[in-house]
């Protein structure tokens, strides 16, 4: 079915961003539509409504002023929830059509730098993993680990090739709050079992994205 221009728009930008809670700049506000507004209305304490989508019929909506996004942005991330920051990239007075908009941040529980979403005694180290090959060079086994470790507000980072079994002995030191891994990857059931003990974020990402080296 045929809808608005402005939620083409919106689809499209969504689309360019799978996995993420997208904060729609509209004006003076950020709005959510469909699934992203339904969650967000129910942690962020929101009124949930309908917006008319064209012969599509309504969809659901929900809102807050542009101003407010420091207070609930670091809800949604300590919900477990990557959030993609979308505003407006011209003048509505000078727009012809539909006003440009774009994505100028995403937000994770790894990757946060505003004091708001960050805890000052503890560290906010997001981890990267890929199976490794094994030592003779057939392969993956399932026995080793290639990873990275970071904490995007003081540039720490460190790198690793090991053991399934050393990693998670580093995971479980570091806790990371979030792991990036390549779509469709398995993680060590020990991994998995921490993950969901810590509500750790996990986030898949193309496989092109990763290199064992």
Do not use: W
């Not at 689309?15 to 509209?26: D, T």
């Amino acid at each position: 079915m045929a809808v608005t221009p402005l939620m083409q728009q919106y689809y499209e930008i969504k689309k360019e961003n799978p996995g993420c809670i997208l904060f729609f700049r509209m004006g003076d506000f950020f709005e959510l539509f469909e699934d992203d507004a339904v969650i967000a209305s129910k942690i962020l304490g929101l009124t949930l409504t309908s917006r008319n989508n064209g012969a599509s019929g309504a969809t659901p909506l929900c809102g807050f002023p542009h101003h407010a996004a420091e207070r609930y942005v670091p809800k949604m991330v300590a919900a477990g929830y990557r959030i993609a920051i979308c505003e407006q990239v011209e003048d509505p007075k000078l727009a012809k059509g539909i006003v440009k908009r774009d994505i100028v941040e995403i937000i994770s529980a790894g990757t946060a730098m505003n004091e708001e979403n960050l805890n000052a005694k503890e560290a906010n180290y997001l981890c990267a993993y890929v199976p490794a090959t094994s030592d003779d060079g057939k392969g993956g086994n399932g026995d080793v680990a290639a990873f990275a470790i970071a904490d995007v507000t003081t540039g720490y980072l460190a790198t690793c090739r090991s053991s399934v079994q050393a990693f998670e002995c580093e995971f479980s030191r570091r806790m990371p709050k979030e792991i990036v891994i390549p779509e469709g990857t398995t993680i060590p059931s020990a991994i998995m079992d921490l993950i969901k003990a810590e509500n750790v974020l996990v986030t898949e990402l193309p496989a092109i994205l990763f290199a064992e080296d």
